[in-house]
T-cell receptor, first 113, second 113 residues
């Protein structure tokens, strides 16, 4: 089974600080995604990324969020100024095409204090 | 706006039982539907993906069906085992989306030895 790798597994930060969450997608997968899950709530879509561009984003993905593929392998999610309500499990996912299975990483648990 | 509902929220069965998990969605304009498994503190594992033109998909002891017109899907698990204990999530991709999956809240399954 292909694997998406996420680091770190846990991140604790102070409100107002910037955080960068990292993901290494599966090598032959072209579509990348970030999702999040607040404790006890549904998994929510944040953004999809294809061909070095954002292809779709949700209302959650406001100006505080950005994504980047800086070196052709890593895929990052940056939150510029974290808020308490950003505390959640953040999942990276990848798929070969937009209509195929999504493979998820094991997540980064972000805690904003 | 697409809404995905899963019933029941939790289910406890003795080992060996066959069981059915239900998923309903409000907008039948979907490309596909995926069933995922989520273990505590872990990522999501894709179990089955059904395209909108398909009626069912099978993998081992799992069988997922899709009735797009009525907005329903079921996940059938045969001969349940304690290792099947997890939360099962249903997610749909709407037409026109670029990979944005809308998730249900999940059914937490416990299989007792």
């Amino acid at each position: 089974e292909p694997e998406v790798t996420q680091t770190p597994s846990h991140q604790v930060t102070q409100m107002g600080q910037e955080v960068i969450l990292r993901c290494v997608p599966i090598s032959n997968h072209l579509y990348f995604y970030w999702y999040r899950q607040i404790l006890g709530q549904k998994v929510e879509f944040l953004v999809s990324f294809y061909n070095n561009e954002i292809s779709e984003k949700s209302e959650i993905f406001d100006d505080q969020f950005s994504v980047e593929r800086p070196d052709g392998s890593n895929f990052t999610l940056k939150i510029r100024s974290t808020k308490l309500e950003d505390s959640a499990m953040y999942f990276c996912a990848a798929s070969r095409s937009v209509n195929e299975k999504l493979f998820f990483g094991s997540g980064t648990q972000l805690s904003v204090l | 706006k697409q809404e995905v509902t899963q019933i029941p929220a939790a289910l406890s069965v003795p080992e060996g039982e066959n069981l059915v998990l239900n998923c309903s969605f409000t907008d039948s304009a979907i490309y596909n539907l995926q069933w995922f498994r989520q273990d505590p503190g872990k990522g999501l594992t894709s179990l089955l993906l059904i395209q909108s033109s398909q009626r069912e998909q099978t993998s081992g002891r799992l069988n997922a069906s899709l009735d797009k017109s009525s907005g329903r899907s079921t996940l059938y698990i045969a001969a349940s085992q304690p290792g099947d204990s997890a939360t099962y999530l249903c997610a749909v991709r709407g037409t026109g989306s670029q990979g944005n999956l809308i998730f249900g809240k999940g059914t937490k399954l416990s299989v007792k030895p």
